[in-house]
Nanobody, 118 residues
Framework: QVQLVESGGGLVQPGGSLRLSCVASGSIFSIHAMGWYRQAPGKQRELVALIRSGNSADYADSVKGRFTISRDNAKVYLQMNSLKPEDTAVYYC??????????????WGQGTQVTVSS
């Protein structure tokens, strides 16, 4: 059984910073990629940032230059700076991993709320 547990969300003023953390636990053979998605009320879930096993990363255009994704083994972090009200959403951790050779599967965390408001 694999679990992803996020932490670090909260309320922050515009221009502020937050750091999200996610740890994957369980019987993990290999991790192919980890990332962060977000879903605002009435909108579809969207990719925020993704980091692959070789440490290459992709970002949504809306967060480039403000957010930084990093990874340490089975932990992934999202440093969010210069936050804007439009960054308000539930942020979900995602991991594509295998519990045995081959057969990568996507797993999701439960989500953490980020609210940017004055």
């Amino acid at each position: 059984q694999v679990q992803l547990v996020e932490s670090g969300g909260g309320l922050v003023q515009p221009g502020g910073s937050l750091r999200l953390s996610c740890v994957a636990s369980g019987s993990i053979f290999s991790i192919h990629a980890m990332g962060w998605y977000r879903q605002a009320p009435g909108k579809q879930r969207e990719l925020v940032a993704l980091i692959r096993s070789g440490n290459s990363a992709d970002y949504a255009d809306s967060v480039k230059g403000r957010f930084t994704i990093s990874r340490d083994n089975a932990k992934v972090y999202l440093q969010m700076n210069s936050l804007k009200p439009e960054d308000t959403a539930v942020y979900y951790c995602n991991a594509v991993l295998s519990v045995r050779p081959g057969h990568p599967v996507a797993y999701w965390g439960q989500g953490t709320q980020v609210t940017v408001s004055s």
